[in-house]
Structures are given as C-alpha cells and as structure tokens.
C-alpha cells in the first residue's frame, strides 16, 4: 500500500504549530509523491463571522472549501505546498462544537487519506475531560494512520 493522500487538518488554533505541520506534511507527502487535501473545520459561529470578514452575502451560495481556501491558516498551507512542489486542494467543513472531531474524521474517509496529519497540544486529564480532545478524537478513530504534531 502506497502513501497517495495525506490529509492536513489544520484549525485557526494551529498557529503556533503551522510550520511544525507545513514541515511534517512536506516530509510525508514530498518524498511519495502523494497528493495533499488541506482541511479546515469550521464551527459554525467561527464561519459565519470568516464569511463576514470576506464580505461574502449570507445569501451568497458559497461552499466551506471556498470559505477554507480563503481561510489565513489554509492559505499559508497552501503556500507551502506550492514552494515544495506538492499537488494539493482545500476542502472545509463544518461542525457543532466540540465536533471537529468527527468532522476531520469524515473529511479524511471522504478523501481517501492513506494518512491523516494533525496538530495538538498536551492537555492535563482534567483538561480532557472538561473540554475534549478533538486530536484524540481523530486518532481513536480516524480510517488510517495519524501524525501528531506537538506544539512545544
């Protein structure tokens, strides 16, 4: 089995860690060849407020993948794959709180990642338990291998 697709889920609380994960993706993906599906999961209040400051009409037919590619975050992944020369696309999705989860779950099944790339950061227990761990979530339950990457 080849490493074809790696899903990059990358949230705007990853900024600390975006180099570390453009690096880790680069690494992966670079060396196989493999293409690259930028995802960003939305909560909802956190897109309508981005659609806003894009000046996007709520009328406005606009899908989460357009929101995403225009995202900060996914743009600067998008930068990078472009300076290493990798095939890559934006995908985004929405989801409730505390579901970004399932949504970076369903995204990676949807895209047929052969390996899921995401960011974290060390939490106490009682951390966990008050406020979950979206990046737990995803390795507990993701389709394929995951790379965590830590901020440090």
Request: aromatic share 4%; charged share 30%.
């Amino acid at each position: 089995m080849g490493l074809d697709t790696v899903v990059v889920a990358a949230g705007s609380d990853d900024e600390d860690r975006l180099e570390k994960i453009i690096e880790t993706a680069t690494d992966l993906a670079g060396p196989a060849g493999a293409a690259v599906r930028l995802v960003h999961v939305f909560e909802r209040e956190e897109y309508d407020r981005i659609r806003d400051q894009l000046d996007i009409a709520a009328d406005d037919e606009v899908s989460p993948d357009e929101v995403a590619k225009r995202h900060v975050t996914v743009r600067k992944l998008g930068d990078a794959m472009d300076a290493a020369g990798l095939s890559y696309s934006w995908h985004g999705r929405i989801s409730d709180a505390n579901k970004q989860g399932d949504a970076i779950v369903e995204a990676a099944t949807d895209l047929g990642a052969d390996l899921l790339v995401v960011g974290g950061r060390r939490r106490s227990p009682t951390g966990k338990a008050v406020f979950g761990s979206t990046a737990q979530d995803v390795m507990l339950d993701a389709p394929c291998p995951v790379t965590f990457v830590r901020a440090d």
